[in-house]
């Protein structure tokens, strides 16, 4: 089973960026679909972006497509999350999952959770 660390969390200004990093160990994170997800106090977990297996296929929440990208680098093991234009909103800690699935949006779609890296963003 993946192993997930995510990195790459900070405090940020309004209007800037930062790009997450989750580090999955095992031989079988290429079988693995990605996702990410934050969660802000007092506020239930929520999906921000999956990418596929092979990296061909995302998708992102409304909240932030157009400022994120996901993208997935297999002889790494890794997966980023490159977030741009941040706002206060955006303040959460943020979680890597892998689903046994090609890719998945639910909570339920993932079986395997990083520990979360902070994100905060200054007004």
């Known amino acids: 089973q993946v192993q997930l660390v995510e990195s790459g969390g900070g405090l940020v200004q309004t209007g800037g960026s930062l790009r997450l990093s989750c580090v999955g160990s095992g031989r079988t994170f290429s079988d693995h679909g990605m996702g990410w997800f934050r969660q802000a106090p007092g506020k239930e977990r929520e999906f921000v972006a999956a990418i596929s297996w092979s990296g061909r296929y995302t998708m992102y929440a409304d909240s932030v497509k157009g400022r994120s990208t996901i993208s997935r680098d297999n002889a790494k093991n890794t997966v980023y999350l490159q977030m741009n234009s941040l706002k206060p909103e955006d303040t959460a800690v943020y979680y890597c999952?892998?689903?046994?699935?090609?890719?998945?949006?639910?909570?339920?779609?993932?079986?395997?959770w990083g520990q979360g890296t902070q994100v905060t963003v200054s007004s």
């Open positions: 999952a892998a689903s046994r699935l090609q890719w998945g949006q639910r909570r339920t779609d993932f079986t395997t």
